[in-house]
């Protein structure tokens, strides 16, 4: 099992471009979710997913779109990148939705924008 | 406002020593408390969860301690090795789903010869 991948691992941005953070678990789990990290702060949930064809908004959705067509691939967008983006971001991925249920998480994507 | 607040904020200790991190928080309605470690570069990883009803929970060299009644939490290293050096996450559920964390700043310990 190779857990949850995420890709790239380092991304530079110019602000205004737009790309997509690749997630992808193999674990057959239901629940997935996306966080960024930022010094000072704790994690922040950004969007999640409860299966495939289901997602709703975290805490900081604004920028940020989110698609679940299977159960293995949660792909995040960002549309228009600003250096406000400038963050870690991490995947991760739970058997489903409850808390009692362990997340396991991605290595993270260190994204810059400038 | 749901919040969790961790002290200290980071500490150095030399290997083989013990050390105790602080988790305080204000989250209603609790559900259950999860430390995490997260090492540098990485993900975090769970090292333990905490309901309601549990007091104190062992995994290998790390305890920790759950007081509902106050709301706080600590997490005790014992014998510390150089691979504990990473920053430890206190997450506080407030409700049933992964959806609704509270996440802790982390402490940040480094483990020195």
């Known amino acids: 099992n190779a857990g949850v991948t995420q890709t790239p691992k380092f991304q530079v941005l110019k602000t205004g471009q737009s790309m997509t953070l690749q997630c992808a678990q193999d674990?057959?789990?239901?629940?997935m979710s996306w966080y960024r990290q930022d010094p000072g702060m704790g994690l922040r949930l950004i969007h999640y997913s409860v299966g495939a064809g289901i997602t709703d908004q975290g805490e900081v959705p604004n920028g940020y779109n989110v698609s679940r067509s299977t159960t293995e691939d949660f792909p995040l967008r960002l549309l228009s990148a600003a250096p406000s983006q400038t963050s870690v971001y991490f995947c991760a991925s739970s058997r489903d939705s409850s808390s009692y249920n362990e997340q396991f998480f991605g290595p993270g994507t260190r994204l810059t924008v400038l | 406002k749901n919040q969790v607040e961790q002290s200290p904020q980071s500490l150095i200790i030399l290997e083989g020593k013990n050390c105790t991190l602080q988790?305080?928080?204000?989250?209603?309605?609790?559900?259950?408390l999860r430390w995490y470690k997260q090492d540098t570069g990485r993900g975090p990883v769970s090292l333990t969860i905490?309901?309601?009803?549990?007091n104190t929970k062992s995994n290998r060299r790390y305890t920790a301690t759950l007081d509902a009644d106050t709301k706080q939490s600590s997490l005790h290293i014992t014998a510390s090795q150089l691979s504990d050096s990473a920053s430890y996450i206190c997450?506080?559920?407030?409700?049933?789903?992964?959806?609704?964390?509270?996440f802790g700043k982390g402490n940040q310990v480094v483990v020195i010869p």
């Open positions: 988790c305080n928080y204000t989250v209603s309605p609790f559900s259950n």
């Open positions: 905490m309901t309601f009803s549990e």
């Open positions: 997450v506080v559920s407030a409700g049933y789903g992964n959806n609704r964390l509270a």
């Open positions: 674990m057959n789990h239901e629940y």
